[in-house]
């Protein structure tokens, strides 16, 4: 079955680092891709997504491109903030729709000032 | 205007007993899904209603849970009876078609002694 696998957390890093989050997926056909972020006390929100291969999907300064020959879509930031904190869910959509979804184990990240 | 309510944010219940988890959609919002965290793992899809039909529920674990969602607006997710394995967070979220974005709530923590 389809499968998603991000990087294992917790990450810890300084405020104004580079941040790489690492995703890989195995799927059958061309799901689309997408990055969810959860902040404390908040629900998934929908960072970015990419709907086909090479597409780049972008938001807040976060990019995310979608790999097929690496079947992979990291997510990078170049300069981090504390209000970044949160937690990182990688998923791919399954079926018609984008909206079943399969998601990776999640990514805690902390920003130290 | 509203995001998606779920209710209540925590419960604690003794293995055996029952609880129904309650979640409010954004209003006019046809979809609504619901999926869940079981602890360090991977957030998974348990089922998606259009309106008041179950469109696919092929995530329900067994059949220990039971969702509705009566008139077609608010939904609850009963598990009865609870048994260890179910403690985790229970998401839900809501679309308006099935090509737009899919909105979470902060979900329903449920933890089973």
């Known amino acids: 079955g389809n499968s998603v696998t991000q990087m294992e957390g917790p990450v810890t890093l300084s405020e104004e680092a580079f941040l790489t989050i690492n995703c890989t997926y195995t799927a059958t056909g061309y799901p689309s891709l997408f990055w969810y972020v959860q902040y404390p006390g908040e629900g998934l929100q929908l960072l970015l997504k990419?709907?086909?291969?090479?597409d780049k999907g972008s938001n807040k300064g976060f990019e995310a491109t979608y790999r097929k020959e690496t079947t992979s879509f990291h997510l990078e930031k170049g300069s981090v903030q504390v209000s970044d904190s949160a937690v990182y869910f990688c998923a791919l959509s399954e079926g018609w729709g984008a909206q079943k979804l399969v998601f990776g184990q999640g990514t805690r990240l902390t920003i130290n000032p | 205007e509203a995001g998606v309510t779920q209710f209540p944010s925590h419960s604690v219940i003794e293995k055996g007993q029952t609880v129904t988890l309650r979640c409010d959609p954004i209003s006019g919002h046809d979809n609504l899904y619901w999926y869940r965290r079981v602890m360090g793992k991977e957030i998974k899809f348990l089922l998606h209603?259009?309106?008041?039909?179950?469109?696919?529920e092929s995530g329900m674990p067994n059949n220990r849970f039971l969702a509705e969602r009566t008139g077609g607006t608010y939904s609850t997710l009963k598990v009865q009876p609870a048994e260890l394995e179910d403690s985790g967070v229970y998401f839900c979220?809501?679309?308006?078609?099935?090509?737009?974005?899919?909105?979470f709530g902060e979900g329903s923590r449920l933890t089973v002694l």
């Open positions: 990419a709907t086909k291969a090479d």
């Open positions: 979220a809501s679309s308006q078609d099935l090509s737009g974005e899919l909105f």
């Open positions: 209603f259009v309106k008041e039909s179950k469109q696919d």
